[in-house]
Each structure stands twice: as structure tokens, then as C-alpha cells.
């Protein structure tokens, strides 16, 4: 895929297909889990740039809107620190490659397949790296849902 606009503009003009002219349409943002597809958030909920924590079926995972527009998934737990703080990293890229810097003691992990860019292993001696999730952008099936509001 050439650019992550794509995506977004696909998910936006099938929204619109299904919205009436009375409710904007709502693009979900959904992570694939063991169980399936799970509705997270609206894609305009994310702020490009910054990330958001988020309980999915029992996981913490860190979800964040680049400044490209793509949507990635990874978990939230530093392997260094051990906290649940990665949704609250800096996004960037290094040759190209997006990144998360983690919080705690700035370990740059690639977002599209978690593993550290910095350290091989952690701590404690376990690999280095985060868990990820695939992601899409899908119409709300029900755009006028207030469990989605934003404010």
C-alpha cells in the first residue's frame, strides 16, 4: 500500500455509503484478538502523534494515529520497566522505521512488529519486545451510537 491514506479514505466513503444525511458517518478503529475483530475507538479520536490506552479482552494495548494516518496496535506494558505506561511514549521513526519511545527509559520499539530497536532482551532476560495487534478502519454499524461519542 503506497500511502495510509488509503485506508482511511476506504473506511470514510463506506461510512458515508451507510450514514443518512441527519448523522456524520463514524469510522471505527478495530484490533484483531483471538476472539475476532473488537471495535476500539473512532479513528477521529485518536490524536495523530499521541497515543491511547485500552482494555481489549483482557490486554492493555497502546493504540496510536501517526502522522501518517495509520493505526497501530502494541502493548502497553514496558518490558524494562515492567509499568503499563507505552500509550504515553513519544511516536517517531528512525530510518524510516515508526517508533514508540518508551516513557520510562526511552527504548525505541518498532511499531509494526514490537520488537526493540535498542536491546535484544529486557531485564529480566526475555526477549525484548512488545506484543502488536493487526488493525482496520471500518464503518460504525450504527453511526448514531452515543457509546462512541467524542467529545
Known amino acids: 500500500m503506497s500511502t495510509a ?6 473506511a470514510t466513503a463506506a461510512a458515508t455509503a451507510v450514514s443518512t444525511a441527519a ?9 484483531e484478538t483471538e476472539a475476532g475483530w473488537t471495535a476500539v475507538c473512532p479513528y477521529d479520536s485518536l490524536t495523530p502523534g499521541r497515543g491511547v490506552a485500552a482494555l481489549v479482552d483482557g490486554a ?3 493504540l496510536y494515529r501517526d502522522r501518517t494516518g495509520r493505526v497501530h496496535a502494541v502493548g502497553n506494558r514496558d518490558p524494562f520497566s515492567g509499568a503499563h505506561v507505552l500509550s504515553r511514549g513519544l511516536l517517531g521513526s528512525r530510518d524510516g522505521v515508526p517508533v514508540v519511545l518508551s516513557p520510562m527509559y526511552k527504548q525505541a520499539f518498532d511499531l509494526r512488529t ?5 536491546e535484544e532482551s529486557a531485564p529480566d ?12 478502519l ?11 461519542a467524542t467529545p
Open 114 to 118: 514490537g520488537n526493540c530497536l535498542d
Open 23 to 31: 448523522v456524520p458517518p463514524v469510522v471505527m478503529v478495530e484490533v
Open 138 to 148: 471500518t464503518p460504525s454499524p450504527d453511526p448514531s451510537s452515543t457509546r462512541w
Open 60 to 62: 492493555q494495548i497502546a
Open 5 to 10: 491514506a488509503t485506508p482511511v479514505a476506504a
Open 125 to 136: 532476560g526475555s526477549p525484548a519486545t512488545l506484543p502488536t495487534w493487526a488493525t482496520r
